[in-house]
T-cell receptor, first 115, second 108 residues
Framework: GAVVSQHPSWVICKSGTSVKIECRSL??????MFWYRQFPKQSLMLMAT?????????EQGVEKDKFLINHASLTLSTLTVTSAHPEDSSFYIC???????????FGPGTRLLVL | QKEVEQNSGPLSVPEGAIASLNCTYS??????FFWYRQYSGKSPELIMS????GDKEDGRFTAQLNKASQYVSLLIRDSQPSDSATYLC????????FGQGTELSVKP
């Protein structure tokens, strides 16, 4: 149980375009999902907490107008990187709590490369 | 002071040895503690969670928690080359806070 999927796993795009990443909880409902970003040789950095049916909570320094989060159902959250630039190239990982507990289960991640 | 601190390593141990990974945290109010394993290019995978002082064993893995010392550790017995990965300590304080990870290398 507690399986989280992400799509796509890899995306390459041109600078200035927008990219949407989907995060799904496959066998449980998740009222809260989390979006992380990880640069090479660094740890995970929480970008935002996605709440079903309400606005996401962004961490300090994360531009909410650039990283749009939508959590329209109990099994799906999306992250849209708007007007992507090369510095947005990173490994984006989502996670979710199963059963309301504190344990977070991670999706496989999406590697974004902006040319 | 970082909220969750780990030695970045790399920690190198021979196959079959015990690998010891350490983590300290700054928030005394933290209640839940986790160890994740992350292979290169992959997302983190949960290994252990621990909530109470003492030891918790799961197969070859033992997590140890000492809240008074604000210290949590992970022991890996009979280390295997497949255990070579980065191990992330994570602590909840309203949100999950990760250490920078310790890179473990198990040599055959």
């Amino acid at each position: 149980g507690a399986v989280v999927s992400q799509h796509p796993s890899w995306v390459i795009c041109k600078s200035g375009t927008s990219v949407k990443i989907e995060c799904r909880s496959l066998d449980f409902q998740a009222t809260t999902m989390f979006w992380y970003r990880q640069f090479p040789k660094q740890s995970l950095m929480l970008m935002a907490t996605s709440n079903e049916g309400s606005k996401a909570t962004y961490e300090q320094g994360v531009e909410k107008d650039k990283f749009l989060i939508n959590h329209a159902s109990l099994t799906l959250s999306t992250l849209t990187v708007t007007s992507a630039h090369p510095e947005d190239s990173s490994f984006y990982i989502c996670s979710a709590n199963a059963g309301g507990g504190e344990t977070q289960y991670f999706g496989p991640g999406t590697r974004l490369l902006v040319l | 002071q970082k909220e969750v601190e780990q030695n970045s390593g790399p920690l190198s141990v021979p196959e079959g040895a015990i690998a010891s990974l350490n983590c300290t945290y700054s928030d005394r109010g933290s209640q839940s503690f986790f160890w994740y394993r992350q292979y290169s290019g992959k997302s983190p995978e949960l290994i252990m969670s621990i909530y109470s002082n003492g030891d918790k064993e799961d197969g070859r893995f033992t997590a140890q928690l000492n809240k008074a010392s604000q210290y949590v550790s992970l022991l890996i017995r009979d280390s295997q080359p497949s255990d070579s990965a980065t191990y992330l300590c994570a602590v909840t304080g309203g949100k999950l806070i990760f250490g920078q990870g310790t890179e473990l290398s198990v040599k055959p």
